[in-house]
């Protein structure tokens, strides 16, 4: 077996292994702060997940700051033109017709229909990512807006957060290390070794850490490459160093892309099967049929370069979280329904009056749910393998550079 069969063989392993530990209760939180596969890594590399791209090209790049603030402003213009059209149509009496029969969708109010839940995920998702990727991206600039965030944060340091840990170091053999703990020490020294000998290792991993988010001066006591594989250090870390509007921020978009990636899809295929299958016309006018294509086929590219993009990491267990959003509409349709069971069908297929058709529809998209969640997380990992690949690539042609 030569050297390319072994790779191969294990990276289907490893592949085999990470789709074996997704099953894991763990997996299944948003709290990526107490999740121990991420323990085992820097932190600051995990965060680096949620507010930059997964390609190291685009890292720390103002041109994919400013792409994250842009496509959410252009959405928002169609999120809000859905629903004064909405509005305005059901003012109007106003209802697209089909060569079949009457189409009432637009007669509906715009809460209840699917389209309007997912664009509004879409709309929340879009922003609270582009104000992730601008707050990492100023605070290490000297800018207004550094000094904006710092106002509505708190300063960048920890040491405002976490007891300072102070070291001394001596120039010669007579003069000794010594260390002064904190209220965190025993999760950050282990008790079996000496405080010295730890504090002057830590010492040398100050000097060779590549970024913080502290002072300009790099004020910090607690560097992210001294606390992987140590849980409680791990989570101090994230506590000294990451406010807690925005790790909430953090974990309301991610569970927010996994639900819209698979919503929009969903809504972009539904809609159009079912404009196909009905011969439905045109909308009465350029913009509307142009709002049309933005809500139901212009969602679904933009949740699939966001699967391309983001760094986002993927669980298969967070399907729930999509079925949980898809049953929380079934019970607001159902409830809007029992008001009026003959007018009020947002849609010909969910018909409450169809108790059978109903349980169907409903089981096969819990199925087709879990079926696409798995789906992404394979693109997922197919996304680290080729970024291992170009990083790999990378450092080949730097080395070969470096030998000319």
């Known amino acids: 077996m030569d050297n390319s069969d072994k790779e191969t063989v294990s990276k289907s392993f490893n592949l085999r292994e ?21 323990m085992e890594k820097d932190p600051e590399e995990i965060l680096e997940y949620f507010h930059s791209s997964i ?4 890292n720390g790049s103002l041109f994919y700051v400013i792409y ?37 969708l637009l007669l509906h109010p715009w809460p209840v229909y699917m389209t309007s839940w997912s664009l509004t995920i879409l709309f929340v998702h879009l922003w609270l ?39 001394q170091n001596s120039q010669s053999n007579k003069q000794t290390n010594s260390a002064t703990i904190s209220d965190f020490s025993e999760a950050f020294i282990r008790k079996d070794t000496n405080t010295n000998d730890e504090a002057e290792s830590v010492c040398k991993t100050t000097c060779s850490i590549r970024k913080t988010y502290c002072d300009n001066k790099h004020n ?21 160093h990451v406010p807690k509007v925005l790790l909430v921020l953090i974990k309301i978009s ?76 079934a019970i607001v349709t159902f409830i809007y329904w029992i008001q009026d069971t003959k007018k009020n069908i947002v849609y010909e297929q969910i018909d409450y009056g169809k108790p059978f058709q109903i349980a169907l529809i409903f089981t096969m998209l819990t199925i087709l749910t879990f079926v696409m969640q798995i789906i992404h997380f394979l693109a997922y990992q197919l996304k ?21």
């Open 18 to 38: 990470r789709f074996k530990n997704e099953f894991c209760k763990e997996n299944l939180s948003l709290n990526f702060e107490k999740n121990s596969q991420f």
């Open 55 to 58: 390609w190291p090209c685009l």
């Open 68 to 104: 994250r603030i842009f496509i959410a402003i252009y959405y928002t213009i169609w999120f809000v033109e859905s629903i004064v059209r909405n509005y305005e149509f059901r003012s109007q009496n106003f209802y697209i017709t089909t060569k079949k029969n009457i189409n009432l």
């Open 129 to 167: 990512s582009a104000f992730i990727t601008l707050y990492f991206y100023s605070i290490d600039q000297k800018t207004i807006l550094s000094r904006f965030f710092h106002f509505f944060f708190g300063p960048f340091s920890c040491s405002s957060k976490v007891q300072n840990i102070q070291f």
């Open 220 to 240: 910090c006591h607690l560097p992210s490459s001294t606390v992987a594989s140590n849980s409680e250090a791990w989570k101090l870390w994230i506590q000294a």
């Open 254 to 329: 991610w569970l927010f892309y996994n639900i819209i990636v698979i919503s929009a899809i969903v809504v972009t295929t539904g809609y159009f099967t079912y404009a196909f299958i009905m011969d439905m016309e045109t909308e009465p006018t350029w913009t509307a049929e142009i709002g049309n294509l933005h809500r139901h086929g212009f969602n679904s590219l933009v949740a699939i370069v966001d699967i391309i993009l983001l760094a986002y990491p993927v669980k298969i267990l967070h399907f729930v979280y999509t079925c949980a959003y898809g049953w929380c509409y």
């Open 384 to 404: 680290l393998y080729l970024k291992e690949k170009y990083v790999e690539m990378k450092k080949k042609c730097f080395s070969n550079d470096s030998s000319v």
